[in-house]
């Protein structure tokens, strides 16, 4: 009966360390800001903004130029700024006779 009494009284100063440690008004620091994000103006960000190409090949071990291909990529900023947006395609230019029958195989 003692551990009973002595849980329960555990419990109840606990939940009322809790009631007494809640805010009634919300921080203000606390709070998220309503403003915008500021602007993305470092130079390497306004250095990538633009049209990219490239090119990749395959090189993995023995393997080398198993598969070729291509990309283009568009980067710029938006939302007055604020947001870097990536567009890509790629393609495959050319597979090998060799990866096409390890695939197949």
Same mark, same amino acid.
């Given at each position: *009966?003692?551990?009973?009494?002595? @849980?329960?009284?555990?419990?109840?100063?606990? *939940?009322?360390? #809790?009631?007494?440690? &809640?805010? =009634? $008004? +919300?921080?203000?620091?606390? *709070? +998220?800001?309503? $403003? +915008? +994000?500021?602007? @993305?103006?470092?130079?390497?960000?306004?250095?990538?903004?633009?049209? /990219? !190409?490239?090119?990749?090949?395959?090189?993995?071990?023995?393997?080398?130029? /198993?598969? =070729?291909?291509? #990309? &283009? *990529?568009?980067? $710029?900023?938006?939302?007055?700024? &604020?947001?870097?947006?990536?567009?890509?395609?790629? !393609?495959?230019?050319?597979?090998?006779? $060799?990866?096409? =029958?390890?695939?197949?195989?």
């Amino acid at each position: *009966m003692k551990r009973l009494y002595l @849980i329960s009284l555990v419990l109840m100063l606990s *939940m009322a360390s #809790c009631v007494s440690n &809640q805010k =009634k $008004e +919300p921080d203000k620091g606390a *709070m +998220p800001s309503l $403003e +915008p +994000p500021k602007v @993305i103006g470092d130079d390497w960000s306004k250095w990538l903004v633009g049209n /990219w !190409q490239g090119t990749a090949k395959s090189d993995f071990g023995e393997h080398k130029d /198993w598969v =070729k291909g291509s #990309c &283009q *990529m568009n980067i $710029e900023l938006a939302l007055k700024g &604020q947001f870097v947006v990536h567009k890509g395609r790629s !393609q495959i230019t050319s597979l090998s006779d $060799e990866y096409i =029958k390890q695939v197949k195989g």
